[in-house]
Every structure is written in structure tokens, then in C-alpha cells.
């Protein structure tokens, strides 16, 4: 069983930088891909990036210059660094794993819930 506890969700100023964290507990035993989304008010739920089991990281178009995926394996936990924040950044940002099997699969087994974030 395993479970994703986010932290890290703030009221910020625009222009701010915070960092979010996800932290995997219950089945550490293995390697999973991680990953981040967001769903703004009113909007649907998005992808922003992706971290492997190896490192390697993916983003979508947006969050390619001011968003940064990461992970501490020791800690079991993943981040996300968004800098210079805008309002269009508000929303609830969900993280997301899926057993690494040398690559990560098209979907996620297991599901955070949620942190809110809000830009101002």
C-alpha cells in the first residue's frame, strides 16, 4: 500500500518562489515514477512534469521555464519548485506515482490529495 502525503501549499505574492513536496510512505520498497499535476479554478485538471525512477525529468510546454521537478530517493519524497510565481499558477496541485519498470507507464496507480496553492 502505498500513499503520497503533499506539503508545501501556500498563499504567496506574485512573484514568489515556493517548493512543494510529496513524500511516499506505506511500500518504499521499490522505485516509482513521480509526478505533479495542477487543476486551476474552473479549469481542468493538467499535467506539469514528471521525474523517473532515474532521474530524468519531463516537463509540458508551460512549466519548462520556471517549474523544477526533483526527488530525494533517501527521503522517499519528490518536489516541485515553481519560481516567479503568478496568479495564473493558483490552483491544487496533486502528486502522483507509478511503479518505475525502467520506464514510467502512461498512467498513475496512486494519487496525493492535494495542496493548495494561491498566488496573489
Known amino acids: 500500500h502505498v500513499q503520497l502525503v503533499e506539503s508545501g501549499g501556500v498563499s504567496v505574492q506574485a512573484g514568489g518562489t515556493l517548493r512543494l513536496s510529496c513524500e511516499v510512505s506505506?511500500?518504499?520498497?521499490?522505485?516509482?515514477?513521480m509526478g505533479w499535476f495542477r487543476q486551476a479554478p474552473g479549469k481542468e485538471r493538467e499535467e506539469v512534469a514528471g521525474?523517473?525512477?532515474?532521474?530524468?525529468?519531463n516537463y509540458v510546454d508551460f512549466a519548462r521555464d520556471r517549474f523544477t521537478i526533483s526527488r530525494d530517493n533517501a527521503k522517499n519524497t519528490a518536489y516541485l519548485q515553481i519560481i516567479n510565481l503568478t496568479p495564473e499558477d493558483t490552483g491544487v496541485y496533486t502528486c502522483?506515482?507509478?511503479?518505475?519498470?525502467?520506464?514510467?507507464?502512461?498512467?498513475?496507480?496512486?494519487w496525493g490529495q492535494g495542496t493548495q496553492v494561491t498566488v496573489s
Open positions: 521525474i523517473e525512477g532515474d532521474g530524468s525529468t
Open positions: 506505506g511500500d518504499t520498497s521499490g522505485t516509482y515514477c
Open positions: 502522483v506515482a507509478e511503479t518505475w519498470v525502467g520506464y514510467c507507464p502512461d498512467f498513475f496507480t496512486y
